[in-house]
């Protein structure tokens, strides 16, 4: 892509944004407000939390035990999940969210018994589940069609900009705190401070959700009707498809993504310092990745694109982890995260268009919990092959799956994207 393609695409896109942010409706921007508080917690918690549980004594195959265990509940959470949302609503359930999200991580940072730090990681798994079916329903039915990828794309630049946040508090708050303390800079304990610190931002997120005005929702048929849709979805061969893509794509997500840091710290030899740094950039690089969808989704097309981006983040991936330099091991990371990551917006939103209004918290529930039954599967089978010293094949099995979910999503679901838009 030449540099005035680039710039042109950005003012587009630029301009796109200044219009359509106008049109967001309160409840849009209430819920943005609540991403960027949600985010900013897990910004801190994925610079901090897989280093503090190695401090703790761990190894990496307990480690990837518990981040098995949260993805695992998420996973098998979701459906109950759509029942939830669809009875009590969307902004209760979001409450419900937060509400339990910080009283899990609160007990999960004041424990280093094994057997409470997966029952704890359980709880938060679920907490993440109610606030993944629920999210994508709500920006669905507070937006337009007009300004939809738009209102997820800013969904997405929020959640990057909040990550990029808590990755830089994340990096640089433990050795803050371990100076308070006049403990050692790396000790757990200053890993377990800048933990209690990133809850703050958790209970923060409760705020604008309180002014939320809730929509009567059309889709509460009761337990009956809520089961009848769920049979009635998996009779589309669509559905089906679907369903395996999420299958096949949590599987190469969890084999590597929660051990970047991992590898940065016993690979490499990085700091919590230099990770922070590393990770804060790749989200200032996702900024940039998402702030161009729109553009680009008009230009190639959903489908198209999420293919393209998939497949050229497979050479970064293995310039990151065929390397023992530390430079060329950060730009692979960072190009590798923003071209996979522009996918996002497109694969939340496109799920919900292939299906109709009612099915639409179920249909996210099915895919959510598709993707993080095998998200946890990844984790685990990750985390055994770090802790058996074979450091770099995670990261080449993510990149298998990765190729074969992007022919697969191509294949199955171009056509059908050009039916939708007629």
Partial sequence: MSFDLLLKGMLLAGNGYASKLRRFNPNARKYLLFVFLTTLNAGIYGVIFNLYILRLGFGEDFLGLILSISATSTGLFSIPAAFVCDRLGRKRTLLLSSVLS???????????????????????????????????????????????????SMSSLIYTFSLLSGNMLGGFLPDILADLISAQSGSAISYRLTLYVSLIATMASLLPLAYVAEKNSKENNGIRGQLHIYRSIFKSKVVRQMTLFYCLYGIGWGTSLPYFNVYFDTVLGASANQIGIFFSLSQIFMILGYFLVPVLTERTGKVRLVSIVQILSIPFLLMFVLTNNLLIAVIGFVMRYMLMNMANPILNSFKLEIVQPEERSMINSIMWMACYTFVGVGNYTGGLMMAAGDSRMPFMVTGVFYAVTAIFYYVCFNGLEEIIKT
């Fill in 102 to 152: 910080a009283i899990s991580l609160f007990f999960l940072y004041n424990t280093t018994t094994p057997e409470l730090l997966v029952l704890f990681s359980l709880a938060s798994g679920m907490a993440s589940a109610l606030g993944l079916v629920t999210g994508s329903t709500f920006l669905l039915e507070n937006s337009t069609k007009e300004e939809r990828m738009y209102l997820f």
